[in-house]
């Protein structure tokens, strides 16, 4: 393939765009790879294209080796299925919803669990069916709160969504390894510097789950790294909390035991102990959990549980949606003050501060609710709440915030804090999905069973950022071999046609030989422009035509190293190759 800067759809700038925080971002619209289109939403253009392409391709191969087997759907689709697992509702402000003509509600897709789960219910009954991993590469759209970083945030992206079927949890341990092994090849091809951190507290139990974190200081995720291979996002981090939290007088029950993702089994037996007396109802969304207080003198209280580090959930929509009608004004807090515990009890995480216990406790308890420390430092008091009425909590949270030099929880050292991007996020989902949409096959005894399931995913538009991100200099992009628009880069200069001939050859010769040349032939373009645009573009081998082939020879310089090299004219093809 041979591309010429003559007629190439690309116009290189010499600011960087005014709107560009990072330097991805500045360098893929300064080069000319992508153009901002909406807010959140870029258009790629011919080079940026064809490293998304190359991107994709690693991804598609990877995913392909594995067994996993590709499909497409609409980005566009209804809210049925996103009712039935709740998360329509608790998508939040994220989900973009719309109406068609007849009023009839949709969703574009953020992500499509619903929809793989029901596509293999439509054509699957039996355990012979299963294992099964599918997959897609597809526009994802999400309503983020800050688009920001051109691609590595967006509310317009592509990702590489898979899902895996099975039977039991033995089956899905092994998809799961699998994925995380496709994973590692994917990261490696492409050449991303990745960390596994583990996205969920193991001390809990719970589903299995991890992310691959670019490190980068402009990351949004924070994870810790022990010396002795500890890693995690800090999100993840269980804190302990101490057994004897000073609630004079208050039953001792615990919540400890509650996976982080509670169950509503566990959660309904720890409202038992901790409210004998009352008859209980319970409701249970996919990341959040609702119980419902029934009290003799038929009273109702939700206790509104949420799976900590997941900001977007937000607990009064929950509730809303569990029992709209009959959420009782939460009005005599100091009756049930373990509520509380309950919320910050085991729920609590690595990062926790005033924020996050906001978050975690219900607000209504919030409201009316002075703040005394807010403080975020382990070992000491993070927070009291004082009721309007007469209660104080003194909440002592052992290690509230993470810091660097805590010791890890696994004793493998003290843990040094540092900021990634999430490039891919591996997860075991269990049976909320398959139960929700009753997705389930017959076993080798005929016995229905519900399928288990994994949902793991690669951002494959912020990889192309990632890439540049972590590959740039102060010169421009600096593209490694495998996803780079072109192999090499041509630059003939000067204005004597036998330069321009002698470029033109070698450039046929390089495409012959399977690669692909990004050959800049412009006629009237100063040397020091096209010199400048080829350190800009950042193909991995530049070679220069120019003053050297009087002498028969030409210049091969290694974009990332810089080292230049003269090479005899007819050893050009070779020194590239
Ligand atoms: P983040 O923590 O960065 O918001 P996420 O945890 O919400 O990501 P997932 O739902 O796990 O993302 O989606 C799988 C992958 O999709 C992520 O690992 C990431 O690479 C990519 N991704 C998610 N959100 C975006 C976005 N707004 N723009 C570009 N890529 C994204
Ligand atoms: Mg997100
Ligand atoms: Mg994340
Ligand atoms: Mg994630």
């Not at 690669?515 to 800049?520: G, I, K, P, S």
Request: proline share 7%; aromatic share 8%.
């Amino acid at each position: 393939m041979l591309l010429r800067m003559s007629t190439l759809f690309l116009r290189t700038l010499r600011d960087d765009p005014a709107d560009a925080e990072v330097p991805s971002h500045r360098l893929l619209v300064r080069a000319g790879y992508i153009r901002r289109a909406a807010p959140g939403g870029f258009t790629w253009l011919p080079l940026g294209y064809r490293v998304f392409r190359n991107v994709e391709r690693v991804v598609r191969e990877e995913m392909d080796a594995m067994g996993a087997q590709e499909v497409h759907f609409p980005a566009l689709l209804p809210r049925e299925p996103y009712e039935a697992t709740g998360r329509w509702t608790e998508y939040g402000d994220n989900l973009f919803r719309l109406k068609d003509r007849r009023g009839v509600d949709h969703l574009l897709g953020p992500t499509h669990e619903e929809m793989f789960t029901l596509l293999v219910k439509d054509l699957y009954s039996s355990y012979k069916d299963l294992p099964l991993s599918l997959y897609q590469i597809q526009t994802k759209y999400r309503d983020e709160a800050r688009p920001r970083a051109g691609l590595l945030r967006g509310r317009e992206f592509t990702m590489k969504d898979s899902y895996s079927f099975d039977v039991d949890d033995a089956g899905l341990d092994r998809s799961y390894a699998a994925h995380r092994e496709a994973y590692i090849k994917i990261f490696d091809r492409l050449g991303l510097d990745y960390v596994i951190v583990s996205a969920m507290s193991g001390a809990m139990g719970g589903s299995k789950s991890e992310e691959f974190l670019h490190p980068t200081p402009i990351g949004e995720d924070t994870f810790v790294r022990s010396p002795g291979g500890y890693t995690a996002n800090v999100e993840a981090v269980t804190t302990v909390v101490p057994d004897e939290i000073p609630f004079d007088g208050l039953p001792a029950a615990h919540v400890e035991d509650t996976p982080d993702t509670p169950t509503i089994d566990t959660l309904v037996a720890v409202a038992q102990q901790l409210f004998p007396e009352a008859g209980y109802t319970a409701a249970s969304t996919l990341k959040n959990v609702v119980v419902t207080l029934v009290h003799p003198d038929g009273t109702r209280e939700p206790l509104v549980i949420g799976l900590p580090g997941d900001r977007e959930v937000d607990a009064k929509r929950l509730e809303a949606q569990v029992a709209p009608a009959e959420v009782a004004p939460f009005d005599d807090f100091a009756k049930h003050p373990l509520l509380v515990k309950g919320y910050i009890g085991p729920q609590v995480l690595g990062s926790t501060n005033e924020a996050k216990i906001r978050y975690l406790v219900d607000p209504r308890v919030v409201a009316g609710t002075r703040w005394i420390t807010g403080a975020n430092e382990p070992g000491k008091h993070v927070f009291d709440l004082v009721a309007g009425r007469d209660f104080t909590w003194d909440g002592v949270i052992e290690a509230a915030e993470v810091l660097p030099g805590d010791p890890a929880p696994d004793g493998s050292g003290p843990l040094e804090l540092a900021r990634g991007v999430e490039m891919g996020h591996i997860f075991q989902l269990g049976r909320k999905y398959a139960e929700a949409l009753d997705l389930k096959v017959l076993d080798e005894n005929g016995k229905l069973v519900t399928v288990t399931m994994g949902s793991y995913g690669v951002g494959v538009s912020r990889a192309v950022a990632a890439i540049a991100e972590s590959t740039h200099d102060e010169l421009g992009l600096v593209w490694p071999r495998a996803v780079a628009p072109a192999d090499v880069h041509v630059v003939a200069t000067g204005k004597d046609p036998a330069i321009f001939e002698a470029a033109e050859a070698l450039s046929q010769e390089l495409v012959t030989a399977g690669l692909t040349v990004l050959y800049d032939d412009r006629p009237k373009v100063s040397p020091g422009v096209k010199f400048k645009d080829a350190e800009l573009l950042g193909m991995p081998t530049i070679v220069t035509v120019g003053r050297g082939l009087a002498e028969g020879t030409i210049e091969v310089r290694d974009r990332a190293t810089g080292e230049r090299e003269e090479v005899p004219v007819a050893e050009a093809a070779a020194a590239v190759l």
